[in-house]
């Protein structure tokens, strides 16, 4: 049975709590109603630095802060730690795997996305995707005992103990080729000076014409210039076809001896899109109406990853970054507080602060709002400012800024270790 929603104020059950769904959260802070937040984990997760984990330059408790910490302030919203089943929109309620079911008056569902293998052969079993802390981490253990194996066992190198293939060129493979070639140049090589470590290959494989599609030439250019400068492999028009646990099959017949694997090529809409009964979009999105509602359901807003959000302003349906699910859920907590009051929704239009990527120290990219560009040291301080504005308190941005600015200075990463007892790498 149901756990009903209170008689004296309306309910509003949040699906998932990252951007999306802590935006919305946020922006209910002022309305008559009683908020529940569910999550599966106990943490909100930063995405875009998970790379930035996985290569030991950031600990985990920078990028992953506890839910019920954030609404410390906010008594109207209750997290519960528990995980979706599946959504009954004909009886407005929500099952869960460890929870009674929840009742709802309005349903906000931000579930984010999941990794698209698209099929390849052996990814399930063998690839590094890169989506939630527990990927960073069995990524970095992975990595670090490879290395270790290797200098225990020098032939490993040449059967590809310390090769990396990196697949995807869109930002998540750039940025995870770019600080993989920093971890093995600035640290692994000196921690390990008994092993070949020039002789390690990082290879980038992109199946389309340039890195970053997104992006204007010059950037694309420069992007591939300063992954190649510091030891990254770059291979266009080419697509990984199988993976093994030491081998790596491209669809040239090409074979790399790699036992490492690191998936950044694609996402598709959380499973429980499917259960919403309407019909999916592509990579399983659910489509969202103008004021951000599901089309003939104004008590649930599909927002973030998990949606197909179209810009009112450009008509342009929008990317699935963080930029846009933050304030995508904003708008649908705003406008929930709108109907609750018994007013009228607006339309959802995106802010465009630009689109950002690191390639490693001193290194980014950047593509602003009118098609202005910027590369190097300067996109760098934008990529930094733009990524401590989206952290979700002033501790996590206080972290963020000791890590960088310690790394920056003497190129050390403190946190790459192997912690007996958490998630073994996979080999
Ligand atoms: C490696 C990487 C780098 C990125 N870099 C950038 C960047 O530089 N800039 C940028 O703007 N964007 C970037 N993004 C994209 C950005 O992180 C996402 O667009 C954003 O996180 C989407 O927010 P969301 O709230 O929709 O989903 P998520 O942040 O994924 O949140 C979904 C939440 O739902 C929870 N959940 C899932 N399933 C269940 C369930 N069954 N039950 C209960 N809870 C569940 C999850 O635990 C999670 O907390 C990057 C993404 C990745 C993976």
Do not use: C
Request: glycine fraction near 10%; aromatic fraction near 6%.
């Amino acid at each position: 049975m149901a756990e009903a929603a209170s008689t004296s104020r309306p309910r509003v059950l949040i699906l998932g709590g990252g951007f999306a769904g802590v935006g919305a959260a946020t922006k209910l802070a002022d309305a008559p109603v009683d908020v529940v937040l569910v999550d599966t984990n106990d943490y909100h997760t930063f995405q875009p630095l998970l790379y930035q984990v996985a290569t030991g330059l950031m600990e985990t408790p920078a990028i992953a802060h506890p839910l019920r910490d954030l609404f410390h302030d906010q008594p109207n919203v209750h997290v519960r730690q528990a995980t979706v089943s599946g959504i009954d929109r004909a009886n407005r309620r929500v099952e869960f795997q460890d929870m009674d079911a929840l009742s709802y008056d309005y349903l906000v569902i931000a579930l984010g996305a999941r990794v698209n293998f698209f099929g390849v052969d052996g990814a399930d079993e063998h690839a590094h995707p890169l989506y939630t802390v527990e990927d960073a981490m069995r990524l970095k253990e992975h990595v670090l005992r490879r290395w270790e194996a290797a200098d225990r066992d020098p032939a490993l190198v040449e059967d590809g103990a310390l090769n990396v293939v990196v697949v995807g060129g869109g930002p998540t493979g750039v940025e995870s080729a770019g600080a993989l070639a920093e971890l093995y140049t600035s640290n692994l090589a000196k921690d390990y000076p008994d092993l070949p470590a020039a002789d390690a290959r990082i290879t980038l494989v992109e199946a389309g014409p340039a890195l970053l599609a997104m992006f204007k030439t010059d950037i694309q250019e420069y992007t591939a210039r300063a992954l190649e400068k510091r030891g990254v492999e770059v291979m266009l028009g080419e697509s990984v076809s199988s993976i093994e646990p030491t081998r790596v099959t491209l669809s040239s017949g090409e074979v790399i001896p790699a036992h490492t694997l690191v998936w950044g090529a694609g996402l598709q809409a959380n499973e429980l899109a499917s259960g919403v009964g309407v019909e999916l979009q592509r990579g399983n999105r659910i489509a969202a109406a103008p004021d951000l509602s599901l089309p003939g359901d104004p008590h649930v807003f599909p927002v973030g990853d998990v949606a197909w959000i179209t810009d009112t302003k450009t008509k342009k349906v929008l990317p699935q970054l963080g930029s846009v699910a933050l304030q995508a859920g904003e708008h649908a907590g705003e406008n929930i507080a709108r109907l609750v009051q018994g007013k009228a929704t607006e339309p959802f239009a995106y802010h465009d602060k630009g689109t950002m990527a690191t390639i490693g120290r001193g290194a980014a990219v950047a593509q602003l709002k009118g098609g202005h560009t910027m590369k190097g040291k300067s996109a760098f301080l934008a990529w930094g400012a733009v990524h401590l504005a989206l952290l979700s308190s002033g501790e996590d941005r206080a972290k963020a800024l000791t890590d960088w600015t310690w790394a920056a200075l003497t190129h050390e990463r403190s946190a790459r270790i192997v912690v007996r007892g958490t998630p073994a790498g996979r080999v």
